[in-house]
C-alpha cells in the first residue's frame, strides 16, 4: 500500500511513502510492518528477517520480490490475488481505522515517523483484538436445512477493535 507524507500542491510532485506488511493468515494478525520511502528489496528482506520462519510466503506480482531471500517456499502471484486476498484486507482495515491512511485531502502524516507511531500502536491493537477474537469465537454445530450436513457457524464477539486502542 502506498500513500503521501505532507500535503503538497498539485504543482509539486508527491513522494510517495510505502506501508509494508506481512501477515499469518490463522491467526489474522500483522506479524511486521514498515512505512518508508523506498520499497527496495532490503526493506522487504527486513520484514521476512523480523518474523520466525513460515513454511510457504504468498506475495504480489511486485519484482522486488525476487531478489528476497524466503526461508520457505515463495508463492509469486502475478495475475491472482487468490493467495494475497488477506493482505488486501488487512490492507483495507488500516485505510479503515486509520483517517491518515484514508483520504488525502483532509488527513495526512507531516512526518514519516509519525505514521510509523500510529501504525505501531495499531498494529498492536489489531493483533490484540484478533487474538481474543479467535479465543472467543467458538463453533457452533447447526443443522442445514437444505441437506443432512451440519454448518459451523460462529458468534460474533461483543466488543470490537476499538475496545483494545
Known sequence: MYWFIKKKSKTKTRENTYVMTMISRAPRQILSFDATFEKSAFRLQGLVDRVDSARKYCTDGYVGYLDVVFPGR????????RDTH????????????????ARRSRCFY?????????????????NKYGEAKQKYRIPTRHKNPSSSK?????????????DFL
Not at 74 to 81: A, D, G, M, T
Not at 150 to 162: A, G, K, N, T, Y
Request: charged residues 20%; positive net charge; aromatic residues 10%.
Open 110 to 126: 507531516r512526518r514519516l515517523d509519525t505514521l510509523q507511531a500510529v501504525l505501531s500502536v495499531f498494529i498492536d491493537a489489531y
Open 86 to 101: 488477506n493482505v488486501e484486507s488487512v490492507n483495507a482495515d488500516l485505510r479503515h481505522y486509520i483517517s491518515g491512511l
Open 150 to 162: 451440519h454448518l459451523h457457524l460462529f458468534r460474533d464477539p461483543p466488543f470490537s477493535i476499538l
Open 74 to 81: 515463495h508463492i509469486r502471484n502475478v495475475r491472482s490475488k
